[in-house]
């Protein structure tokens, strides 16, 4: 009797092909990595699930084949749940099907949060996304206490708002943002509206080139500090803009690789503009999944 056929090796006969490229930045090793997984479009759910975790980035990308109209299926997984949005890992897919495939632009996506569309703005690309604008809300019980927000726990005038995807905690400067310490267990047990993946931490940029800065923090996903956050951008973008009144603005998150997005608002889409470049290519292999 025949060994079972290893999943990974369904579409090719070799592995499937992947790319880990950085994103948000024009610098590798910078920026956000995410892993791209391109003819995967018989993997089962519990083996893209396994891969996500062997790379062990805050994000995998899965891109399917191009559909009749030329639009390809893209999921997201971190290493320990599948999510309806990310940013940084879209740009990178689309990154790898117009730079390392070689496809025309623009790129077009289904996902689970609609669709998605990538074209090239010179040598960044431009993500067109829905906008998920914030309204202000109490701030959780304990949200404070586990940023590290204020001192002895008083959350020191922060605001808190919230999007169905995304929190926000908008302090007064971005030293403030830059001094947060994160109890990260502690922060895993605050409770979160339903659907939020995660907190972003947001002040105006201290460089008059800067509009707003900003840490992602996401636990509750598997997902501690993410490095540059495209879909927190989804929700800082329409925040930023009514509080500054301009539709482009320059953003920068500030984690330790750091990342650098202009961002424009355009009421319910926003546009996420950027750079990536890619740092590994190659075939996972591993056995039956």
């Not at 001094?179 to 907190?199: E, H, K, Q, T």
């Not at 105006?204 to 500090?225: H, I, K, L, Q, T």
């Not at 961002?263 to 740092?279: F, M, S």
Request: a negative charge; proline letters at 8%; aromatic letters at 6%.
């Amino acid at each position: 009797m025949p060994a079972p056929r290893n999943p990974l090796e369904t579409m090719t006969g070799q592995g499937i092909p992947f790319y880990t490229v950085d994103a948000f930045t024009d610098t590798p090793f910078s920026g956000n990595p995410a892993a791209v997984c391109l003819e995967i479009d018989t993997l089962p759910d519990r083996a893209m699930a396994n891969v996500a975790r062997e790379m062990n980035l805050s994000e995998t990308a899965f891109v399917y084949r191009a559909g009749e109209e030329g639009a390809r299926r893209l999921r997201w997984f971190t290493p320990a749940v599948e999510v309806p949005l990310c940013g940084h890992a879209t740009l990178a897919s689309a990154h790898v099907l117009l730079r390392e495939v070689g496809m025309p632009g623009p790129v077009r996506f289904h996902s689970l949060s609609g669709p998605l569309a990538v074209h090239v703005e010179g040598d960044r690309l431009r993500l067109d996304f829905p906008a998920n604008p914030a309204v202000e809300a109490p701030m959780p019980a304990g949200l404070a206490e586990a940023l590290g927000v204020g001192a002895g726990g008083d959350a020191g005038g922060a605001a808190f708002a919230v999007s169905g995807k995304v929190a926000l905690v908008v302090v007064g400067t971005e030293a403030e943002v830059l001094a947060l310490r994160p109890d990260f267990g502690a922060l895993a047990r605050v409770v979160l509206p339903g659907g939020v993946m995660g907190v972003a931490a947001t002040a105006p940029g201290a460089d008059p080139d800067v509009d707003f800065v900003s840490r992602f923090f996401a636990p509750w996903v598997g997902v501690d500090e993410d490095p540059v956050t495209g879909v927190a951008h989804t929700t800082l973008t329409p925040w930023w803009s009514r509080l500054l009144g301009r539709a482009e603005m320059s953003a920068r998150q500030r984690s330790a690789r750091g990342g650098a997005l202009t961002v424009r608002d355009l009421g319910d889409r926003v546009e996420l503009v950027g750079q990536a470049v890619t740092v590994a290519r190659g075939h996972i292999v591993g056995g039956t999944l």
